[in-house]
């Protein structure tokens, strides 16, 4: 299979010669997508803010490997790689705003190796405008420098399809692909199984033995650590996979797509998935793009070059799949991937709505599509800076109570449980407990026992009860939660 270099791109005037292999992305033509990535690098720290402090996810993958506080509990779902792709920061040091500038930078620089892979198959206007697309989403400006996998697993989808389509004729893109199936797995192991789907099943189809048993390499070594970590920790492959799916509410039909558009207004988290749907200008887009995937499908068909945005398509609908119609809530990150991969075809038609125009008609075309994307641009900021202004509260109320809990005495070696315990923790160098729910790794006895020789804290919401085991001890209000902590006496 060919990417369809041999014929030109839609749009191209008949008279225009044909383009050579490379000719796209020679080092001229290679400036726009290093703009592009530049801009995105720099775009999160301005809107996103260096300094906003680590999410609950985010702790748990951070806490890993940093020293600041005892590592949180691990629960099945997840995997180590985000943990070491933090390392080389978080292993020294728990300032945020150097962990935020080295992912920003990290992940622009994963945009442009992803976009370079696609040479060939398309344009270079086309890849800038498809990176342009992808950079420019609420989602992804905000996740780009989180601890988190999602975005990870995006570049890694990308840069793997673009690879396996040249694979037959570039045998530096086998090494793209082991490393970018690689990276998928190394993140999240089940997504980068959905979104390989169509790859393998393509590669066994027409016995491209070479590029898939590359692909099955690359996940396999992705992969590993998180299945040997199964058979050590979770009681074997099949177990961790159920443990999985009942932390997320027990994996089968749910059709959560109406749960992904209530969250487009910039809920990171939508679960319990009740309020209602945002503005439909906040939505418009998400309505738009299987319409421009379909025209850009549309465009290659003509163009005879079917397989380059096909197969792209493909794993965006595979992706996506589990998290439209297999889960039972919603976040806008779970679809990145298919965002990403969705973003070269998209680019594509847009393109082509422009250049196939007829020329006195052109002009016109081209200032609507240039609104349009304005206006896209507009909402996708205002999402963005809106999102993090009120994460970033959150997280600050978050140290507020980890800062008091250590002016109360509760620092490490200690203990916090209850109410948003796994944050606060380990902003108060704590470890934490808990004993029911998808983080659940102790029992009342056992923080009971903790107590009596070490700084325990409880947090719990205005009102509610505290739990058992620390009704006798000092209860304090703090903000938005009510704090119960004891702290014996020194020992000897």
């Known amino acids: 299979m060919t990417g369809g270099t041999d014929t030109p791109h839609a749009g191209a005037r008949r008279t225009a010669p044909p383009e050579t292999p490379g000719a796209t992305v020679r080092t001229g033509a290679r400036l726009p997508l290093a703009a592009v990535a530049a801009v995105f690098a720099l775009a999160q720290l301005f809107l996103v ?46 300032s945020t705003v150097l962990l935020r500038s080295y992912l920003a930078v990290l992940s622009g620089l994963a945009l442009y190796l992803a976009l370079r892979a696609w040479r060939d198959l398309f344009p270079v206007r086309v890849l800038a405008l498809a ?99 199964a058979y050590a920790r979770y009681g074997g492959l099949a177990r961790r996979l159920a443990d999985g799916s009942a932390i997320q509410g027990g994996l089968g039909w749910h059709l959560a797509v109406v749960d992904q558009v209530r969250s487009l207004g910039g809920r990171t988290l939508c679960r319990p998935c009740d309020s209602a749907a945002p503005h439909p200008a906040l939505t418009a887009w998400w309505f738009a793009l299987p319409l421009l995937a379909a025209l850009g499908l549309v465009v290659a068909v003509r163009a005879r070059r079917t397989a380059a945005t096909a197969l792209p398509l493909a794993c965006a609908a595979t992706a996506a799949f589990p998290y439209l119609f297999l889960i039972g809530y919603a976040a806008p990150r779970f679809l990145l991937p298919a965002y990403a991969l969705l973003a070269v075809p998209v680019a594509d038609a847009l393109v082509h709505l422009v250049t196939a125009a007829r020329p006195a008609r052109r002009p016109v075309v081209l200032a609507l599509v240039c609104a349009g994307l304005a206006a896209h641009l507009a909402v996708q900021l205002a999402v963005v800076v809106h999102t993090a202004r009120g994460t970033a509260a959150a997280h600050r109320a978050w140290s507020r109570t980890g800062t008091e809990l250590n002016r109360l005495g509760v620092r490490a070696p200690c203990l916090v449980t209850g109410e948003d315990a796994l944050p606060v923790a380990f902003l108060a160098g704590c470890a ?26 409880t947090l719990v919401r205005p009102g509610s009860r505290p739990p058992g085991y620390a009704r006798g001890w000092t209860s304090v209000p703090l903000g938005g939660v009510q704090l119960f902590h004891v702290v014996p006496p020194p020992q000897g």
């Open 49 to 94: 803010g260096p300094g906003t402090g680590l999410g609950w996810d985010e702790t748990v993958y951070v806490s890993q490997v940093s020293a600041h506080a005892p590592a949180s509990f691990f629960s099945a779902p997840r995997a180590r790689g985000v943990s070491l792709l933090v390392a080389p920061v978080a292993a020294w040091s728990s």
């Open 131 to 229: 990176g342009a697309l992808f950079a420019s989403l609420w989602v992804t400006l905000f996740y780009g420098p989180q601890a988190m996998p999602n975005y990870w697993v995006a570049v890694g989808a990308l840069t793997a399809v673009a690879c396996f389509l040249r694979a037959g004729s570039d045998r530096a893109a086998l090494a793209g692909l082991a490393a970018s199936a690689a990276l998928m797995a190394w993140m999240r192991p089940t997504d980068a199984v959905w979104a390989a789907v169509p790859l393998l099943v393509l590669g066994a189809a027409r016995r491209r033995w070479r590029p898939l048993l590359v692909l099955l390499a690359g996940l396999a070594a992705g992969a590993a650590e998180w299945v040997i970590e």
């Open 432 to 457: 934490s407990a808990a004993t029911a729910g998808p983080n659940a790794n102790a029992t009342a006895d056992s923080i009971s026992r903790t107590a009596r020789h070490l700084p325990v804290a």
